[in-house]
């Protein structure tokens, strides 16, 4: 959505984040942007193994497949200054957390 993209912009500085608790705690402040279709997780996410020296052997050694689900989570890259989205990559290897990439500049891997 880009209004919701434009209300979301870190780019005015205010201090008063808006704080929707609608999540659990444990997700902090960085709940969940919006979802997606497996479908485009799994094309976002061949892209950056595409583009991305040693992501796909990161996913290979540090996480397990992700299981079949119709929609996932995508968060808003925490990272200062990066617009970037976080998509599903697989889980792992610890249990009970997931493993994102960004897809914006900064080119990080998150476990969530
Ligand atoms: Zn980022």
Same mark, same amino acid.
């Given at each position: 959505? @880009?209004?919701?993209?434009? #209300? $979301? %912009?870190?780019? !005015?500085?205010? @201090? ?6 609608? *999540? ?6 960085? &709940? =969940? &942007?919006?979802? +997606?279709? +497996? !479908? ?5 996410? +061949? $892209?950056? *193994? ?9 996913? /290979? /050694? +540090?996480? %397990? @497949? ?11 890259? =925490? ?6 989205? #976080?998509?599903?990559?697989? &889980? ?7 493993? *994102?990439?960004?897809?914006? =500049? ?7």
């Amino acid at each position: 959505m @880009p209004v919701a993209a434009a #209300l $979301t %912009t870190c780019a !005015t500085g205010s @201090p008063s984040l808006r704080r929707e608790r609608t *999540v659990s705690s444990n997700l902090g402040q960085n &709940y =969940p &942007y919006t979802s +997606e279709s +497996e !479908t485009d997780r799994a094309r976002a996410v +061949e $892209t950056l *193994v595409d583009l991305r020296e040693g992501l796909e052997a990161a996913l /290979t /050694t +540090e996480t %397990t @497949p992700l299981d079949e689900k119709a929609r996932w989570w995508v968060w808003k890259c =925490p990272t200062s200054g990066c617009s970037g989205l #976080l998509h599903a990559a697989g &889980y792992a290897a610890e249990k009970h957390a997931l493993f *994102v990439v960004c897809d914006g =500049p900064c080119a990080k891997t998150f476990l969530r």
